[in-house]
């Protein structure tokens, strides 16, 4: 092409003077420009998802638009990595999990009845998807780069929650130092958790009940000269593990109610923003299955199960334990009259149990279009729908009221990116929901095929109740 142009000006010297002559050449180059930016394609981005082709080098070999460790998502030249293993379950969609499981049907129209809850009598029981709802603030799980800490900070076990729990299943003790940044903040509700994940490495630590307010719950350490109020963190528990982007059914760890890692499921805002999750979203529901008895679904033929979720209690892989093995925690239901018997259990599902819809693109339109959803909020609207069409979720918490999503939320450095999803006003503060009552249907929602049994169940699933 440039030889070409070459040609050009030399056979027409006599015909371009000296003023002619650099428009020509200036032409002549945006010409050139024009083509091969055609021929590149650079001019249009295309969503897309990576397969695993690299190592875990992390965020350098991303950084650099090249193939990372883990399956990575592609919006132009941003590419943002998911936690855990590709083979992890979560990771994998329904499809690629063995699709729905129509024994359990029954399951799926108990999420809907009473995953918000199971009502007193003398309350209306409302559907699931009208009062679900994305955790932005209250109990949001902010997470942050640990290579932005700026020091280090001691942790303490604050002392109520000693009589009933460690610190840490994965090594952290008292008094050991982790790194910090002053400027960090925790998920506001009672929960308090965030999460400092080093996004080169793998490195994690997960966080649970930072309350910064509570400092007097570690009096006891300060009495022996070992814990400095203000300046140290008195909290609930920590986790600490190396393998965030290998990490799946069979090595996680107790991080969350289900019995894996806090950091699997929860939905981060880079994510949305791309247009795909890219993996099962964290469920947290208010009808969560109740003890004592247990059984493990890899010992428990499917067709049995039915039964089981009445007369027994059971989970579900990826889930690793019953949260509420016991029957003390008659609180976790609105109405605190409720029998902990066989009726009770026929309304409640199981840990780790996972949901997804069945769903077309003419669904999918047909919800934005009715609930007027317009600009990012659209777009945002059907990232989470197609998320639950091609990975759903999964139960992973317990919750007080209504079935909330976990997310990143605002609190921490994903703000911005939540605010430029249409969620939420960083003027008034105010959350911008999204209403899935009209496209989680009873008729639609279904139970996804468990994977099958992978490691050793969680030590707390098998204590007997006292």
């Not at 982007?245 to 994510?271: C, F």
Request: aromatic content about 8%.
């Amino acid at each position: 092409m440039l030889k070409r142009i070459k040609r050009f000006l030399n056979k027409n010297k006599r015909k371009i003077n000296d003023y002619q002559r650099p428009v020509v050449i200036i032409l002549a180059f945006a010409i050139v420009g024009t083509i091969m930016l055609v021929l590149s394609k650079a001019a249009v981005p295309n969503a897309s998802i990576e397969a695993e082709k690299g190592t875990a080098t992390g965020i350098n070999v991303i950084a650099n638009d090249q193939a990372s460790g883990g399956q990575a998502i592609r919006f132009s030249n941003t590419t943002v990595r998911r936690f855990f293993a590709d083979d992890a379950s979560w990771n994998q969609t329904v499809t690629q999990i063995g699709g729905e499981v129509t024994q359990l049907k029954s399951f799926a129209e108990r999420f809907y009845d009473y995953g918000g809850g199971i009502m007193p009598a003398t309350k209306t029981q409302l559907p699931a998807p009208q009062i679900m709802r994305l955790s932005l603030v209250d109990y949001s799980v902010p997470i942050y780069d640990m290579l932005e800490a700026t020091t280090t900070v001691k942790v303490f076990q604050m002392g109520d929650m000693a009589q009933s729990m460690k610190l840490s299943r994965t090594g952290v003790k008292n008094g050991d130092s982790i790194p910090w940044n002053p400027s960090w903040k925790a998920g506001e509700g009672n929960d308090a958790i965030m999460h400092i994940v080093n996004y080169q490495t793998g490195e994690a630590y997960e966080l649970w009940m930072v309350h910064r307010d509570r400092d007097i719950n570690c009096a006891g350490f300060a009495i022996l000269g070992q814990f400095s109020a203000g300046k140290d963190l008195c909290l609930g528990a920590v986790e600490h593990y190396n393998n965030l982007w290998t990490a799946k059914d069979g090595s996680t760890i107790v991080g969350r109610g289900n019995g894996i890692n806090n950091l699997a499921l929860v939905t981060r805002a880079d994510e949305v923003a791309t247009g795909n999750i890219g993996h099962a979203i964290a469920l947290t529901v208010s009808n969560p299955m109740f003890g004592p008895d247990l059984i493990d679904t890899a010992d428990e033929p499917l067709t049995d199960l039915a039964n089981a979720g009445t007369n027994k209690a059971f989970f579900m892989r990826p889930g690793t334990r019953l949260e509420h093995k016991c029957n003390s925690r008659s609180k976790i239901f609105l109405d605190d009259s409720l029998p902990m018997d066989a009726t009770t259990r026929s309304k409640t599902i199981p840990s780790g149990m996972r949901f997804a819809a069945k769903l077309t693109e003419n669904d999918i339109t047909a919800w934005l279009d009715s609930k007027g959803y317009t600009g990012a909020k659209r777009q945002t609207a059907a990232t989470f729908a197609r998320a639950w069409r091609d990975y759903g979720g999964v139960v992973a918490e317990t919750g007080a009221y209504g079935v909330t999503i976990e997310t990143d939320g605002v609190i921490g450095p994903a703000k911005d990116r939540w605010v430029e999803l249409g969620l939420y006003d960083a003027t008034t503060k105010q959350q911008s929901n999204l209403d899935f009552s009209g496209l989680l249907t009873r008729d639609r929602l279904y139970v996804v095929k468990p994977p099958a049994r992978a490691g050793d169940i969680a030590d707390f699933a098998l204590k007997p109740c006292k």
